[in-house]
Structures are given as C-alpha cells and as structure tokens.
C-alpha cells in the first residue's frame, strides 16, 4: 500500500516549494509548480515566468543569489491566507507573495501589499513588485 500525502501536507510542501525555487531565484523550478492552461493572478505561466526571470537576472546582476523566505499572512484583500516575504538582507529590497494552493495541489499566488510577518522583520527597506505593470514590457526598469 502506497502513503499517500494529505491534502494539507500536499499543499504545505507545494507552498515550501515555491518557498525554496523563489528564494533560490530559480524560475524553471517556479514553472515547474505551474500549469500551462492557468491564469496566475490574471497573468499566464509564460508571463510570469519571464518577469520572474527578467527579476531574478536583476537581482544577480546586482550579486543578490538568495533571498531569505520569511513566512507571513495577509491581512488586506487575500485576508487569512498565509505567504512570504522573500528578502535580501544586504540591500533591504523584498518581494512578498500570497500562495494559495487547492485540493488537488494547484497553486495560485498573488503579490501582496499586506503581508503581515509571524516575526518582526529587521531590515525591510523596498518592496518590489515583480507584475508593476501588469505584463511584461520591454520598458521596465527594475528598481536597481
């Protein structure tokens, strides 16, 4: 008989997943979590996954190769549902994410304005929207 994993567990290990390919800005991880025929946040995987990747070359770019996962709850319009904050403790800049995942362990994410952190967080500074403009455009200026 085969241990199945329970749909809370399933859905803990698919959100530190996320967690884990983020923090480690490792965007083929991320579209690896995604399905191809979703809209996530009213964008779609490849959209996503070329800001992130456009994102995550800033950050190198800028010798930023980890950003720490800091768990978190929103308390604005995805109010309850839990995320991180994925910070750069050098420089301050931080990104945070609402990550809900469902039943079947399809995962859904959404930036958030509301994140509020279980801890105190030392050294937030700049938040950073990954979706500013609500798609990509070559016009984009990363923040740094």
Sequence with gaps: MMNKLSNTSQ????????????SNLNSKGLASLLKDDVLYDEQSKQVWI??????FESFK?????????IVGVCTG????CSGYTFLDEVNG??????IEVNE??????????NLKNEMKVAGKKEQIFINELG?????YQCPF
């Design 11 to 22: 859905n803990s290990t698919v959100k530190l997943d996320f967690a884990h390919f983020f």
């Design 50 to 55: 070329a800001l992130f990747e456009k994102q």
């Design 61 to 69: 770019r800028n010798n930023i190769s980890y950003l720490k996962p």
């Design 77 to 80: 319009c995805k109010k309850g």
């Design 93 to 98: 800049f931080y990104v945070d994410f609402v």
């Design 104 to 113: 079947e362990g399809a995962i859904d994410f959404t930036e958030c304005v």
């Design 135 to 139: 798609e990509i455009n070559d016009s």
